[in-house]
């Protein structure tokens, strides 16, 4: 039997790019965590995964992966306020509000609008969600697969929105200052 990506029998439905973004943002990562720390011989072919320029694919990647995950928040609503911890006020705001930081985070890093902030913002709220949301659910019913299942990826979502983060050059104030009255520092 053929197997066809869901992307491609159900495009309409925001939870296939929900699912589909999460795997992205696992494999931005996981491809910035190979770039940097693979120890290649010069003449590797898989030097061509490991080079500044495939780096900066890897957070573009991840960026407009982060866009279908926002909007999987506001689509899904309801099963987002389902998440979201009882004794939170405001339960769908909460839900919109993290499905537009989620977005805010894809632009941020996409457009070069405080990247580094964006991402590091992505993954300090998937780490919120990850002690919210599953950490009570795991003590709830520490025997129960799902809530551990849910930890780990969100925990491992988390985890890799932070090595993007973490290679995101940082440049400081006199830099910025200079480049832009064209100036030399």
């Not at 590797?44 to 407009?64: C, K």
């Not at 992966?65 to 928040?73: D, E, N």
């Not at 339960?91 to 977005?103: D, E, F, N």
């Not at 200079?178 to 030399?184: E, F, I, L, T």
Request: no cysteine.
């Amino acid at each position: 039997m053929l197997n066809v990506p869901a992307l491609v029998v159900a495009p309409k439905l925001e939870a296939v790019w929900l699912g589909f973004g999460e795997l992205a943002v696992l494999l931005a990562g996981g491809w910035v965590l190979f770039a940097r720390l693979a120890d290649l011989p010069e003449r590797s072919w898989l030097s061509v995964v490991t080079s500044e320029n495939s780096i900066y694919a890897a957070r573009m990647f991840f960026a407009i992966w982060l866009i279908p995950i926002g909007l999987s928040h506001i689509f899904y609503v309801q099963a987002t306020v389902d998440l979201v911890p009882a004794w939170l006020p405001y339960r769908a705001g909460w839900a919109y509000l993290t499905g537009a930081g989620h977005i805010s985070a894809g632009l941020g890093v996409l457009f070069f609008i405080f990247p580094r902030v964006a991402a590091f913002a992505e993954g300090a709220m998937i780490g919120v969600f990850t002690l919210l949301v599953w950490g009570p659910a795991i003590v709830k019913a520490p025997h129960q697969r799902l809530p551990w299942t849910a930890f780990f990826i969100s925990w491992a979502i988390a985890a890799a929105a932070w090595v993007v983060a973490q290679n995101i050059a940082a440049k400081p104030a006199a830099d910025k200052l200079a480049s832009r009255k064209g100036a030399v520092v």
